[in-house]
């Protein structure tokens, strides 16, 4: 099965290498990496020009945001198999693609997730939270968990040809993506016990207080507009889950 990977990137000279050198040091070989450049002027195509191999597909031009981006990109992917990694993120060990792989070859379901670092952003490595994954039941869906969208990798054979990132949600476009297929396609999912991907702080909906605002408005949406029940309660019980990523020494 050919795995792709698509990152969407602006601007990101300081991080895309480790992104890429992840991707490329990966020992399962059947892979492409579709880059995906909203216009960067910051040096970022000179990196993924000097890193590039047979595998990395790039193309740079404007767009209307990340997702935007990633609709690009799963648009023109080849794999049987697709996942997101975000320019400032890398996978986490050389067999993550190998333990997706094999999951999904087993046949019982359309997806996988595993578990997720939250790293400094300074390139020490340091974690600062850990997001750790669990089986699921359609009812926590309802309670406000959701599986780490940067570890999430499903068949493209699930997305039926016309399931793509909403642009409407701010930046919460992802957590309407894994609704859509988890909560309203209910499509088959299971949960790798494995760190797969590290993840830098300071994403965009780690931001400012505006943004950490917004999220919450665009999370209400979205729970209202997939119909699931109590929305309010489930934004609330999805805020207060992350608390349990802090779980780790203090002087990490």
Same mark, same amino acid.
């Given at each position: ?15 895309? $290498? ?13 892979? $492409?990496? @579709?880059? @995906?450049?909203? #216009?960067?002027?910051? #040096? %970022?195509?000179?990196?993924? $020009? ?32 697709? #996942? ?17 792989? +094999?999951?999904? =070859? ?35 869906? $309802? ?19 016309? %399931? ?5 949600? #701010?930046?919460?476009?992802?957590? +309407? ?7 309203? =396609?209910? @499509? ?6 494995? %760190? ?51 779980? @780790?020494?203090?002087?990490?």
């Amino acid at each position: 099965m050919k795995v792709t990977i698509i990152t969407a990137v602006l601007n990101c000279v300081g991080y895309i $290498e480790d992104c890429m050198i992840s991707v490329q040091s990966q020992g399962y070989r059947n892979l $492409e990496h @579709i880059i @995906i450049d909203g #216009g960067s002027v910051d #040096g %970022t195509l000179d990196v993924i $020009e000097k890193h590039k191999d047979c595998r990395t597909f790039v193309l740079s031009e404007a767009d209307l945001g990340m997702y935007d981006a990633l609709n690009k990109g799963i648009a023109i992917a080849e794999g049987d198999i697709l #996942g997101i990694l975000s320019a400032d993120d890398k996978l986490a060990d050389d067999n993550v693609l190998s333990a997706i792989a +094999d999951r999904i =070859k087993i046949g019982d379901c359309d997806a996988v997730y595993g578990h997720l670092n939250y790293v400094s952003r300074d390139g020490r490595g340091v974690i600062r939270r850990k997001w750790k994954s669990k089986p699921y039941f359609r009812s926590c869906l $309802e309670n406000g968990w959701m599986p780490p969208h940067p570890t999430f990798y499903v068949k493209k054979s699930a997305l039926e040809g016309n %399931t793509f990132y909403a642009l409407n949600y #701010g930046t919460c476009g992802d957590y +309407d993506f894994i609704l859509n297929l988890l909560y309203r =396609k209910q @499509i088959e999912a299971v949960c790798i016990d494995k %760190t797969l991907v590290y993840m830098r702080k300071g994403g965009m909906s780690n931001g400012p207080l505006l943004n950490v605002l917004m999220s919450w408005v665009h999370d209400y949406r979205i729970l209202s507009d997939h119909q699931i029940p109590r929305p309010l309660r489930a934004v609330f019980l999805k805020k207060i889950r992350k608390l349990k990523q802090f779980r @780790i020494s203090a002087f990490n």
